[in-house]
């Protein structure tokens, strides 16, 4: 819209002139899209000033109030959604903007109430009404769970589901949050909504703390890339075929992440880019995460040579800026959590993509070359299990070894913890404790008369979960012991008043390992097939005490048993990881880099040689319709010695009904060609 329409647009309303709701809404939009949304709100409320009796004056008023939030202006949002709810008191629409805008404003408990009121008001059953009250308990939902309350978070979400159990991202979130408060099964059916269709709609992450089903989870990975993703060419910034010509310059290696701040990744990576040599490497850094100035981006920022905060940009924009900048290999430091930006890399913009640190696991995309793991967390053999090419660092995990402890260690008795007790410990987050994992420590405890267990804190209705299970199999509720959550300065400091770390499986310690470790607190962990299950193991081995790393169930309680039993032993161990600190693996961040620059010159090496390993994603939706057939919380998959088998044969019974393409995991030619022959066996015979 010109600027001379604009002009005459408000010479007619200023002036009394008759402009319709319909001319008005259309002129507004043309100023919005054009980005003058300040001046569409002036041209509301102009025909406000001018129409203060017209019935449908709400509409105007909501709408202002639209672009009054999208541009931050939340004071003039809300006073023109509560303008249009005292219009007309059944505009749905209004509270559930008005509950977004009370939220942004810190008042989240009055947003609750706009919310609630939408559910109130839905007596009358219409398709229209059914789309309002999903999208209030969407906003309950997700308010509740930012604020702590899982379970009324988990109640709107059944709500959810109970009226249209298709709804993939609120089956995602409502999994979730039933990991967080344990409880199980966490895949239970509803009426609406099978336990298959829950586990099939699992987000990816979810899906690595459900089961140690890495074929399952491969599968449940490309299939959310390919209907979760929003994939678009990337038309100029594609540059898959780019040459990496690297006479006269460096590598240009770019890192996208939204955890490179006060988070769990951004100081694994702390160290990282200070330790990359200038002289080969040009650093790039895509950050697509919250503000965080004052945090550890005040530490990275200074160790990167080129900072992009692409936040506000959206995927096709911020795919033109990596594209622009030239970069060679591309790091997806996310992966499938929060915040992630696949669909940038869906774009191409860099010839060599890779997927390291950020997701324990498989992308499942075709547009990920490259996953880093390390000999024992991708063991030769494993490759089956991604859909990109596995390549090994030492230790797949870097670490900070310049993390603040705070220098005052408190004492059992601040901790809340008995004086001469064994204390076991484990300060995973609570969505990764499983019921085989809990059985478990149960059996130990059980065992080792007069030890605790000491569990990071989780909300009361999970202690009270947790407790009733333990004394439900024999065990004290005294003896789970709840650590309140700490800054982590204090939170490390306290570690060494534990003295054995007991780990969750499938899904390991990963951040949390490295900080006991370097605390000096031994640990158990159990590896088992998929990356996540391994990281542990990966780690404890790295800091010298491979002895502790197991593969069964009865090999970890037998050790955990045995350690408690023996301070000696425990000391010693102790005293390993005190003395290998400073040149064991794990901490070796020197190492992990060079190593790392290496692995980038392999890639590159492949690139020009025309060998860019091309994702194998073949026979994926078979092998998920196999693993869906699998209920994983019957039995722990884990602990199977013939798992390949078992896809095996699922396989071989879908190849009868759809035939299925030689791949090359477990549905090789071979086994095409020895079903082909069992099936020509089974044919009658002429007479």
Not at 104 to 131: C, D, F, H, Y
Not at 348 to 368: C, D, E, K
Not at 441 to 456: F, R
Request: with cysteine.
């Amino acid at each position: 819209m010109n600027q001379d329409l604009l002009v005459a647009t408000l010479q007619k309303v200023s002036s009394g002139g008759d402009i319709g709701l319909p001319e008005l809404i259309g002129a507004a939009g043309r100023l919005a899209d054009s980005g003058q949304a300040a001046q569409a709100i002036q041209l509301y409320r102009m025909w406000l000033n001018a129409n203060g009796e017209h019935p449908q004056r709400f509409v105007a008023q909501f709408n202002g109030a639209v672009l009054a939030s999208q541009t931050g202006d939340v004071a003039t949002a809300r006073q023109l959604l509560e303008a249009a709810l005292a219009v007309n008191p059944d505009f749905l629409p209004g509270y559930i903007n008005l509950g977004g805008v009370l939220e942004k404003s810190g008042a989240a408990a009055a947003g609750l109430e706009q919310w609630n009121a939408v559910l109130a008001r839905l007596a009358p059953i219409t398709g229209q009404a059914v789309q309002y009250k999903l999208a209030a308990l969407k906003q309950i939902a997700r308010v509740q769970g930012e604020q702590q309350n899982p379970a009324a978070a988990e109640e709107a979400m059944a709500e959810s589901l109970d009226i249209n159990p298709h709804q993939r991202e609120v089956i995602e979130q409502y999994v979730a949050v039933r990991m967080a408060q344990c409880k199980w099964p966490v895949a239970a059916p509803r009426e609406s909504l099978s336990r298959r269709e829950m586990v099939g709609a699992m987000h990816p992450l979810s899906m690595a703390v459900y089961t140690d089903d890495p074929l399952l989870q491969l599968a449940a990975a490309a299939h959310y890339v390919e209907t979760s993703i929003r994939e678009e060419p990337g038309e100029a910034a594609d540059r898959r075929h780019a040459p990496v010509d690297l006479k006269g310059r460096r590598l240009r290696v770019g890192y996208v992440s939204s955890d490179l701040r006060d988070h769990a990744v951004g100081y694994l990576m702390a160290e990282v880019f200070a330790l990359h040599d200038r002289e080969k490497i040009e650093v790039f850094a895509y950050y697509c995460g919250i503000p965080d100035p004052t945090g550890l981006q005040a530490r990275l920022k200074p160790t990167i040579e080129h900072w992009r905060d692409i936040r506000e940009l959206d995927d096709a924009a911020a795919a033109k800026l990596i594209a622009e900048d030239e970069i060679d290999i591309l790091v997806d430091v996310n992966g499938h959590t929060r915040d992630s930006r696949t669909a940038i890399f869906a774009r191409r913009p860099a010839p060599i993509q890779v997927n390291w640190l950020g997701f324990p696991g498989t992308m499942g995309s075709p547009y990920h070359h490259y996953i880093i793991g390390d000999d024992w967390i991708t063991p030769p053999g494993s490759e089956a299990y991604y859909s990109e090419e596995v390549v090994r660092l030492p230790c797949y995990q870097p670490n900070d070894r310049k993390r603040v402890v705070d220098p005052t260690r408190p004492t059992r008795a601040n901790a809340g913890l008995p004086e001469d007790a064994f204390v076991f410990c484990c300060f995973n987050g609570s969505q990764k404790i499983s019921r085989f994992t809990f059985e478990r420590w149960l059996k130990i405890l059980k065992a080792v008369p007069g030890s605790v267990l000491w569990l990071l804190a989780s909300t009361p209705e999970t202690h009270e979960r947790l407790w009733a299970f333990a004394e439900a199999n024999g065990v004290e509720r005294a003896r789970l012991v709840f650590a309140p959550k700490l800054a982590n300065a204090y939170h490390l400091a306290r570690y060494p008043l534990a003295d054995l770390f007991l780990d969750t499986s499938p899904y390991g310690a990963h951040t949390t390992a490295s900080d006991a470790l370097w605390m000096g607190v031994p640990m158990i962990t159990i590896s088992g097939r998929a990356f996540a299950s391994r990281v542990c193991g990966s780690l404890v081995r790295a800091a010298g005490l491979p002895e502790l790393v197991v593969e069964n169930e009865e090999d970890y309680i037998a050790l955990a048993m045995a350690l408690a039993s023996d301070r000696p032993r425990l000391a010693e161990l102790r005293a390993r990881l005190q003395r290998g600190r400073d040149s064991c693996d794990l901490f070796n961040m020197e190492k992990l880099v060079t190593r790392l620059e290496g692995l980038y010159g392999q890639m590159v090496a492949d690139h020009q040689s025309g060998r860019l390993p091309a994702p194998d994603l073949t026979n994926l939706a078979a092998y998920m319709a196999a693993g869906l057939d699998i209920d994983h919380e019957a039995e722990d998959l884990m602990l199977r010695a013939d798992y390949a088998e078992l896809y095996r044969a699922a396989l071989a019974r879908r190849h009868l009904v759809r035939p299925l393409q030689p791949d090359g995991r477990l549905w090789t030619g071979e086994a095409a060609a020895n079903d082909a022959a069992k099936a020509r066996s089974r044919r009658p015979r002429a007479s």
